[in-house]
């Protein structure tokens, strides 16, 4: 299951990577771009690409809720920055800064800022718990025994593994319903040409992110 979901998750996440690419000098040219309309739908291109990765990702966590807390697919840097397995939902409003944001928007963006770093505490709180499981009896003195196990031991082993793995994944979901939570809260007091903006500046972070990662590793 774990080799499926690998090869399977990495295709996808490496056609991904291509049309983010392409995406990124769509969303970059915008100032060839005159029609809302034109803009409108690079808008709900940009939304949908990220819903598609969002999807994928949720059922291999689904599958194999391990392989994504430590997804093979990113550099040693990248995941450097992350927190529970992707960037950091608070992370989105320094995208935010640039956009000349009126009074009543940026009141908006203050406030969902607020409640997204609130229901972060919570989620690394959350995860805290499930990472300290990870070293409680009886699962951690059962992984660690040198001697065969009889089959109630094992057993016994194989339950505990199961409810931290659905612990974990529960703390998982958790955090990305929040990214896009925060994003989507963000878009709905962005005017147009602000959300074209917006996704621009994410979409950059994350190929700067990956570049800077690739160089690191050569």
């Known amino acids: 299951m774990a080799t499926n979901t690998l090869q399977t998750f990495t295709d996808f996440y490496d056609g991904w990577l291509l049309r983010h690419l392409h995406l990124q000098n769509q969303l970059t040219?915008?100032?060839?771009?005159?029609?809302?309309?034109?803009?409108?739908?690079?808008?709900?291109?940009?939304?949908?690409?990220?819903?598609?990765?969002?999807?994928?990702?949720?059922?291999?966590?689904?599958?194999?809720?391990?392989?994504i807390c430590s997804p093979p697919w990113y550099t040693s840097f990248e995941i450097a920055l992350f927190w529970v397995a992707d960037f950091q939902p608070s992370s989105l409003f320094r995208f935010v800064g640039d956009?000349?944001?009126?009074?009543?928007?940026?009141?908006?963006?203050?406030?969902?800022?607020v409640k997204t770093a609130r229901k972060e505490s919570e989620i690394g709180e959350a995860m805290a718990v499930v990472q300290e499981s990870l070293a409680a009896a009886p699962l951690y003195g059962l992984m660690n025994r040198t001697e065969r196990l009889v089959n109630g031991q094992v057993s016994e082993l194989d339950d505990a593994m199961e409810?931290?793995?659905?612990?974990?994944?529960?703390?998982?979901?958790?955090?990305?319903?929040?990214?896009?939570?925060?994003?989507?809260?963000?878009?709905?007091?962005?005017?147009v040409v602000q959300r074209v903006k917006f996704f621009a500046a994410v979409g950059e972070f994350r190929i700067r992110a990956r570049r800077i990662g690739l160089q690191m590793e050569v």
Do not use: C, P
């Open 29 to 67: 040219a915008v100032d060839n771009v005159k029609e809302l309309v034109e803009l409108d739908k690079l808008v709900l291109k940009a939304s949908d690409h990220y819903r598609q990765y969002y999807e994928e990702k949720s059922n291999a966590t689904d599958k194999d809720v391990f392989l």
């Open 99 to 113: 956009l000349n944001l009126t009074t009543e928007q940026a009141r908006w963006v203050e406030t969902v800022k």
């Open 163 to 191: 409810e931290v793995k659905e612990a974990m994944r529960v703390v998982m979901v958790e955090a990305d319903e929040l990214r896009v939570a925060a994003a989507v809260e963000i878009l709905e007091v962005l005017g």
